[in-house]
């Protein structure tokens, strides 16, 4: 009885089977000129994320509209799904695969050393090995940010606002606070503490980390003390962690300032962001592949070509500021000034 | 048999019909979706050049701890135990795994190997264990115990990875790689030689799938063949008639989640030592464990239906990717037909679940005073019968 019965459903998912191939569409035929292929996978954050996943794509849509290629994106749901998801581009001659952020660095690590063939990009990492070595493959481009440029110009506004009175507190004291110190994170600290010092030499830059890059709590935790010193602009460069930041930082009255993306819809507390230029960083990866100049290796990606900046909302920028913001930016853009990689002390 | 056959057959023909009427309803086309997910799946039908075997592997990846966890959820129900720890018995696995095969990780497979293996089941049955000893010397219920057990794990491997012994380096949010000694082979060879059109070690698939495979025949043995079986069986059907032939309920309990855990925590080894090789921060978002609540349900409990419903759940993770790329809908469509597949058969099992949850017991509104509004009721507490029943 029971064996009866499985074969009729046997018989069932056969039949579905086929109902499903025969439904299939073909796919378009031969179209003449070469239409390039890329792939973006996302992380786990997926493409709403409204930070790095989302601005890729912003790059990618971009590229659709400017050039001739077709673009496919994949959300990864787990980490499982970062090795198949590469894989499955890598396997269909995708002429560019891009991944987005350094938790894939190890997937495309292998999926690169696997297709020799196939180029690779990856935002923010490397292609690297299990013990996080670069395994320098040499169709793999890294897409590195000077976060430190991105800093110095949110920097600029904090040490104006605590000169020129215009803080909430001013007692010339601002705070940062990272996730984990690790190069991105001070880099960002770096340029936004050295850009505060020159426009007010006689701020205190208070500076903490949260070890954590997700848990809200965790930096809210180490922005009250700062608050409670005296700190009335606080800097978060902890991802989903530094939303905490911000959003004590509007419980309290005080003023916070926004990382990576734009984040004005964070908090209303938020009068800046300093940003990374994902989709800049994307759209150039994909210019270099249709152009034919695609080279292995690294890109970076700062204030000199438009690849980092910042964002101001939620107060109205006085036009002094705005000038100061302008010559610095210039300056930087020019080389004339070099915002450090290291924070001074 | 025929009656509980329809039920999971009729809650996935259900799923994927509202699915369809899904896709429709926003615009998008549930043939093209479907064939997407079909070939992703099992890789049939593909469209845009997909590689069959490349499919199938992956397909058979993600299968393999489903069918592990999903034996570590249906044990315990056996015996009228709601395992939701599952999740973090194989956190725990993969845990303890990790941390074996970095610690001894110039020692030979012959070795390693097994050490990893029932390190990760030890880490995993402990896990489990305190739930069943909670459960069966204070009475403290095993879905809460369990539900928080899972966030003491995903806390310990955040703690491990991020600034703890098995951190990888300064900034890092992995563990150190295990010892080559510790990893299960592929089933196809490592390096580039081409393989059904691609290099041989783009199939993942790994030997970890004989070890699911042989998890889910020891439950069924355990199940059906062994007094121990039996005797789960028996507190599952009814706690006092089992004490009064004789069984040890307590006694079965924690063996039953001791075992259970196992399991989980196989599963979670299995999954380190044959395809990551070291611990991300996967495990902040994983719910492979969850999953296995859904196949365990859908497969009623059985060995071979938990076969075949991590075969589908597996498909269907595999296929969404698939499906994103090719149909160009959201792979979320993916959660929203496991969710609705769930749903169908929470559906059949509101009375089992009601049976077995805490507050499912207390009897319906009839014991409340007819003066009285149901709600004031509720407000002034329990029922005097359920009171009575108690005493």
């Known amino acids: 009885m029971g064996h009866k019965r499985l074969r009729f459903l046997g018989l069932i998912a056969v039949a579905a089977v086929v109902a499903m191939a025969c439904g299939s569409t073909p796919s378009g035929g031969a179209t003449p000129g070469k239409t390039f292929k890329i792939g973006l996978v996302t992380d786990t954050g997926g493409l709403n994320d409204k930070s790095f996943n989302h601005l890729a794509d912003v790059g990618l849509e971009k590229a659709k509209t400017d050039f001739k290629i077709q673009g496919d994106v994949k959300e990864s749901k787990t980490g499982d799904d970062y090795v198949p998801n590469l894989t499955d581009f890598a396997s269909k001659n995708y002429d560019l695969v891009i991944g987005v952020g350094f938790l894939m660095q190890q997937a495309i690590g292998t999926v690169s050393g696997q297709f020799p063939n196939i180029h690779f990009a990856i935002i923010d990492g490397a292609g690297t090995d299990a013990k996080g070595n670069d395994l320098k493959h040499p169709n793999v481009v890294s897409l590195f940010f000077k976060e430190q440029d991105a800093g110095a110009m949110v920097g600029v506004i904090a040490g104006w606002l605590e000169k020129n009175g215009k803080a909430k507190k001013n007692k010339h004291v601002i705070g940062a606070v990272g996730g984990v110190s690790i190069p991105p994170v001070n880099h960002y600290i770096a340029g936004y503490k050295w850009a505060a010092k020159m426009e007010d030499p006689s701020i205190q830059v208070k500076v903490g980390y949260s070890n954590n890059f997700n848990d809200p709590a965790k930096c809210k935790g180490v922005a009250d003390p700062m608050i409670a010193a005296g700190a009335d602009i606080l800097f978060q460069v902890a991802g989903g962690c530094g939303l905490g930041v911000l959003q004590t930082a509007g419980q309290k009255g005080v003023q916070s300032i926004g990382v990576d993306a734009d984040q004005k819809d964070a908090d209303p507390s938020v009068i800046a962001s300093a940003l990374k230029k994902v989709d800049v960083a994307t759209y150039t990866a994909i210019q270099n592949v249709v152009q034919g100049s695609f080279q292995g290796g690294a890109l970076t990606f700062s204030i000199a070509n438009e690849g980092a900046g910042y964002a101001v909302y939620n107060f109205q920028v006085p036009a002094e500021l705005q000038t100061e913001l302008d010559k610095i930016q210039g300056q930087i853009k020019s080389g004339a000034l070099t915002p450090p990689a290291d924070i001074p002390a | ?391």
């Open chain 2, 1 to 391: 048999m025929g009656a509980g056959l329809a039920m999971p057959l009729g809650s996935v023909l259900l799923a994927f019909v509202l699915g369809a009427i899904i896709c429709l309803v926003t615009g998008a086309d549930p043939i093209a979706a479907y064939t997407g997910l079909l070939c992703g799946g099992v890789g049939l039908g593909c469209t845009q050049g997909e590689n069959s075997a490349l499919q199938i592997s992956n397909t058979i990846v993600f299968f393999i701890p489903l069918v592990t966890a999903g034996v570590a959820v249906a044990l315990p129900f056996r015996a009228g135990l709601f395992n939701i720890g599952a999740e973090g018995q194989l956190i725990a696995g993969a845990v303890a795994c990790t941390a074996i095969g970095v610690q001894f990780q110039d020692l030979p497979t012959p070795v390693l190997l097994p050490m990893v293996l029932i390190g990760g089941m030890a880490a995993g049955a402990i896990w489990a264990g305190i739930a069943g000893v909670l459960k069966a010397t204070v009475g403290a219920h095993e879905v809460v115990t369990t539900i928080m057990l899972n966030y003491v794990a995903q806390w310990l491997l955040r703690y491990m990875i991020i600034g703890g012994p098995l951190q990888l380096g300064e900034g890092t949010s992995t563990s150190k790689p295990i010892g080559a000694g510790a990893h299960i082979a592929t089933v196809f060879p490592a390096g580039n030689a081409i393989i059904f059109g691609l290099p041989s070690s783009v199939y993942r698939v790994h030997w970890g799938l004989a070890v699911s495979l042989l998890a889910a025949a020891a439950f069924a043995f355990l199940l059906w063949r062994t007094s121990f079986g039996y005797e789960i069986r028996a507190v599952g059907q009814s706690q006092k008639a089992a004490r009064y032939a004789g069984v040890s309920v307590r006694r079965t309990i924690i063996f039953t989640m001791l075992i259970a855990g196992g399991f989980a925590g196989l599963a979670g080894a299995v999954q380190v030592a044959g395809v990551d090789h070291n611990l991300t921060d996967k495990y902040f978002y994983d719910t492979t464990g969850f999953d296995a609540i859904a196949v365990a349900l859908l497969g009623l409990g059985s060995a071979v239906g938990i076969i075949f419903a991590s075969l589908l759940f597996g498909a269907l993770h595999s296929g969404g990717a698939i499906m994103q790329s090719d149909a160009g809908i959201s792979s979320n469509l993916v959660l929203v037909l496991q969710a609705l597949i769930l749903f169908s058969i929470a559906a059949n099992f509101v009375g089992e679940i009601r049976r077995i949850l805490p507050f499912g017991r207390a009897k319906p509104t009839e014991a409340i005073p007819p003066e009285m509004p149901p709600a004031a009721g509720l407000m002034s507490g329990p029922p005097a019968s359920v009171e009575d029943e108690v005493k």
